[in-house]
């Protein structure tokens, strides 16, 4: 039995650490997984290219999936291939989740639709289920259900993550200029007591995003988290003429700016010369779906 799966990417309007509250935005780069099962009993996982990574996560997916609707005897092999960058605040872990789960479900037969559809399982169902196993695994504070609605369902999600709850999803049509450097932060490793300090931003990134404005809400995100976390504000200040939005995604470290595209060429520019790299890219409101 073997399914395949593609998930997305996403970037930060608002990071939940604060409150529980978050918000996200699927962008145009996705996770693949592939699900091969047989009645070994055992789940092994290995993310192309990546030969040391931690497949704790996808392999947690594999097992909740076949608890929920397999048999006990299920087991077998998942790998990933991704244009996600590991740890950088791009939301890896929840497209490897969300792209896992779907794999899953297609290798057992079960439907995966929306509500509207008939299909046996929704899409938010199993986006629950990779934030199970993301809070089971330890890869994450929250379970990133923020994270995970966007990459699962595309366009713009806001969350209430202390209960998995979907407060509201919307569309926008931006172009995405995304500057990742060098290093790598893991979410699991992030100062939660320095982000809960930042609350009050948060709540007013909150309201923003409630409004619809998520752009300015993206703003006001990045420069209390990247002063919460140690980031620099630079790259953000460089942004801010020339786009609708800019804000460190995730726990960082990457920084993602919104608005249009010959804009965004011009802090491209800037972006170009620090150290690690930049891609322009687009919103995405379709979200994962079964290969």
């Known amino acids: ?33 592939t699900v091969e099962l047989d009645d070994s009993g055992e789940v092994r996982g290995d993310v192309d290219g990546a030969p040391d990574a931690d497949t704790r996560l996808i392999e ?40 896992t789960v779907l794999a899953t479900l297609s290798a057992l037969g079960v439907d995966v639709g929306d509500a509207d559809s008939g299909g046996r399982v929704t899409r938010l169902d199993a986006c629950r289920l990779g934030v199970e196993a993301a809070r089971d695994a330890g890869v994450t504070v929250t379970g990133a259900f923020d994270d995970a609605s ?11 993550n202390t209960r998995d709850d979907l407060l509201a999803r919307d569309e926008r049509d931006w ?25 009050p931003m948060a709540r007013l990134v909150a309201d923003l995003a409630s409004e619809g404005r998520y752009a300015a809400g993206m703003t ?27 804000s460190l995604s995730g726990t960082g470290p990457s920084v993602v700016a919104v608005g249009h595209r010959d804009e965004l060429e011009t802090v491209a ?16 409101t379709d979200g994962a779906r079964v290969l």
Request: proline share 4%; hydrophobic share 40%.
């Open 1 to 33: 039995m073997k399914g395949r799966a593609v998930a997305l990417g996403a970037g930060t309007v608002l990071n939940a650490l604060a409150t529980g509250v978050g918000s996200a935005f699927a962008i145009d780069a996705e996770t693949t997984a």
């Open 60 to 99: 947690r997916c594999v097992e909740l999936t076949v608890e929920r609707y397999g048999s006990d005897d299920d087991g077998g092999r998942v790998r990933t291939e991704s244009e996600v960058p590991m740890a950088a605040g791009l939301k890896s872990s929840s497209a490897a989740a969300n792209a």
């Open 150 to 160: 966007a990459s699962m369902l595309g366009g713009v999600t806001l969350t209430d």
């Open 175 to 199: 172009d995405v200029l995304v500057w990742t450097p060098p290093e790598r932060a893991y979410s699991a490793d992030a100062d939660v007591s320095r982000c809960e300090r930042v609350a």
């Open 220 to 246: 006001v995100n990045g420069l209390a988290f990247s002063a919460a976390l140690g980031f620099p504000t630079d790259p953000a200040v460089e942004a801010m003429p020339h786009a609708d939005g800019v």
């Open 269 to 284: 520019a800037m972006w170009g010369e620090r150290d690690g790299t930049t891609r322009l890219t687009t919103t995405r």
